[in-house]
């Protein structure tokens, strides 16, 4: 049975996740490429302004990756339940997909150099 405080706990969790989605999706800026890293071997960039179909071949079969109107989504894949196919569009900056079985990593990239955010020695 839930108490009075745990009902607080959830409501503050709740609102500190909502808040951290809409800073996230508001502050997002558009990305300029997508990089997609393969069974953690070269990543291989592309554009966003160029509409295309990339196919890269995984550790189980070929992911088919479709670039069109500035958006990323994966359009076929090799695996058994194809669950990246349903994770949707993708064109914000910081935002990936992923294909588990597959190794099959894609996220979108800005055009300016990320700041640094902390330097050691």
Known sequence: ML???DWIVMAAVLAAAALG???FHWTASPGSEVMILVDNHM?????LDQDQVITVSGVIGDTEITVRHRKVWISGAP???RICMLM???SREGESLVCL???VYITIRGSAAAP?????Q
């Open 101 to 103: 079985p597959n190794h």
């Open 21 to 23: 989605f809409i800073r």
């Open 88 to 90: 949707g569009q993708i």
């Open 3 to 5: 108490r009075p405080g």
């Open 116 to 120: 640094v955010d902390a330097v050691t």
């Open 43 to 47: 990543p291989r960039v592309y554009s």
């Open 79 to 81: 695996c058994p339940r």
